[in-house]
């Protein structure tokens, strides 16, 4: 695979570093990463990832871009507001470079996809911010081999490393159980400083770039934490644990956000105090809906595995029909598939 004449312009401060040239910058085109989550990470990932010409990138998010995400996901406008992340980074990215090809899934990761997708890169790179998600990566990238770079996030600090380079290390090595429910709270609870999610998305994209052009020393085995206040880094060593075989996904992973089986309720007049705090879901059927309801987005269960990927998760989401019942059947179909954001039902009887 030769680089074009445009590409070579392109790529030109690439070719004059001893390091990458043209044997590196082909190696780059010919790579395929794919990018979990378009956003804190997510954004100034696919942002260098697409400047250095990587010939392949799969972006999968199901999520919307909510107004609160500009503070820091800077690859969105608000013309994006309520429009696919993943859509709309694939579209501006073309802009940025028109010579690498995008895979664009707008689709959450869950049991059912992970192998495929993961399968079809050369290296995944871990923008998801929800423990869930994080345990799914790790397990699907061991099963089929592949290294996986991680970035987390939280309000001022932040986390890099590589798992499973060479079969080195996972992220299980590191974090064999997820904090107790609660403990850590997510970015729109305790927030985050906007310029945090760039730089440690750019240490993930060079932690990509130095994989596939083999150059440099991998945090393999390593975690770099870094704070924004005091601007100190430091460097955490790690080993396999050989105790650790995952030889198949788990049935269900929503269970590492320790949600309890008991989904916790919440009252209407809890609703009314803060609106803007959360999105609707009536699992009802269309008739008891024209009857009466409270509003929100309408899904009777019967038809939400098929449609689940039109539920939102930029707020906390509040299921609710007559009883209680069917919202609590909702919201253990919801886990199975991943569902990072707050899960209620309503405990108000709809009549």
Same mark, same amino acid.
């Given at each position: +695979?030769?680089?074009?004449?445009?590409?070579?312009?392109?790529?030109? &401060?690439?070719?004059?570093?001893?390091?990458?040239?043209?044997? #590196?910058?082909?190696?780059?085109?010919?790579? &395929?990463?794919?990018?979990?989550?378009? #956003?804190?990470?997510?954004?100034?990932?696919?942002?260098?990832?697409?400047?250095?010409?990587?010939?392949?990138?799969?972006?999968? $998010?199901?999520?919307?871009?909510?107004?609160?995400?500009?503070?820091?996901?800077?690859?969105?406008?608000?013309?994006?507001?309520?429009?696919?992340?993943?859509?709309?980074?694939?579209?501006?990215?073309?802009?940025?470079?028109?010579?690498?090809?995008?895979?664009?899934?707008?689709? &959450?990761?869950? !049991? /059912? /996809?992970?192998?495929?997708?993961?399968?079809?890169?050369?290296?995944?790179?871990?923008?998801? $911010? /929800?423990?869930?998600?994080?345990?799914?990566?790790?397990?699907?990238?061991?099963?089929?081999?592949?290294?996986?770079?991680?970035?987390?996030?939280?309000?001022? $600090?932040?986390?890099?490393?590589?798992?499973?380079? !060479?079969?080195?290390?996972?992220?299980?090595?590191?974090?064999?159980?997820?904090?107790?429910?609660?403990?850590?709270?997510?970015?729109?609870?305790?927030?985050?400083?906007?310029?945090?999610?760039?730089?440690?998305?750019?240490?993930?994209?060079?932690?990509?770039? @130095?994989?596939?052009?083999?150059?440099?020393?991998?945090?393999?085995?390593?975690?770099?934490?870094?704070?924004?206040?005091? +601007?100190?880094?430091?460097?955490?060593?790690?080993?396999?644990?050989?105790?650790?075989?995952?030889?198949?996904?788990?049935?269900?992973?929503?269970?590492?956000?320790?949600?309890?089986?008991?989904?916790?309720?919440?009252?209407?007049?809890?609703?009314? @105090?803060?609106?803007?705090?959360?999105?609707?879901?009536?699992?009802?059927?269309?008739?008891?809906?024209?009857?009466?309801?409270?509003? #929100?987005?309408?899904?009777?269960?019967?038809?939400?595995?098929? @449609?689940?990927?039109?539920?939102?998760?930029?707020?906390?989401?509040?299921?609710?029909?007559?009883?209680?019942?069917?919202?609590?059947?909702?919201?253990?179909?919801? &886990?199975? !598939? !991943?569902?990072?954001?707050?899960?209620?039902?309503?405990?108000?009887?709809?009549?």
């Amino acid at each position: +695979m030769e680089l074009t004449i445009e590409e070579k312009q392109q790529y030109s &401060r690439h070719l004059i570093l001893d390091e990458i040239g043209i044997t #590196g910058q082909t190696k780059i085109k010919e790579a &395929r990463v794919l990018v979990i989550g378009a #956003g804190g990470l997510g954004c100034p990932v696919l942002q260098y990832l697409t400047a250095a010409g990587v010939g392949t990138i799969g972006i999968i $998010d199901n999520d919307v871009v909510a107004p609160s995400n500009l503070q820091r996901q800077i690859l969105y406008t608000h013309e994006d507001i309520d429009k696919n992340k993943a859509q709309c980074a694939t579209r501006r990215l073309q802009k940025l470079n028109p010579f690498i090809t995008f895979n664009t899934y707008q689709e &959450r990761l869950t !049991n /059912n /996809n992970a192998l495929d997708l993961v399968g079809q890169y050369h290296i995944i790179v871990d923008g998801s $911010d /929800n423990f869930s998600t994080r345990y799914l990566i790790n397990d699907a990238a061991v099963l089929q081999n592949k290294p996986v770079v991680f970035g987390s996030i939280f309000k001022f $600090d932040g986390q890099v490393s590589i798992f499973n380079y !060479n079969e080195g290390p996972t992220y299980r090595c590191l974090f064999p159980l997820p904090p107790e429910h609660g403990k850590v709270p997510n970015c729109s609870e305790a927030g985050v400083i906007g310029v945090l999610p760039a730089v440690i998305g750019a240490l993930q994209a060079n932690e990509v770039l @130095k994989i596939i052009c083999g150059m440099g020393d991998l945090l393999s085995g390593k975690l770099l934490t870094f704070n924004m206040l005091t +601007m100190e880094q430091q460097l955490y060593s790690f080993k396999k644990n050989l105790n650790i075989h995952i030889e198949q996904l788990e049935k269900d992973y929503g269970y590492l956000c320790n949600l309890s089986n008991e989904p916790e309720g919440i009252t209407l007049q809890q609703i009314k @105090k803060y609106p803007d705090r959360y999105h609707l879901l009536d699992v009802r059927e269309a008739h008891e809906r024209a009857l009466h309801h409270i509003g #929100g987005q309408h899904i009777p269960l019967g038809a939400l595995q098929h @449609k689940i990927n039109q539920v939102s998760q930029y707020k906390e989401l509040v299921v609710y029909c007559k009883s209680g019942v069917r919202s609590k059947k909702a919201i253990q179909l919801l &886990r199975e !598939n !991943n569902f990072h954001c707050k899960l209620l039902y309503l405990k108000d009887m709809i009549l």
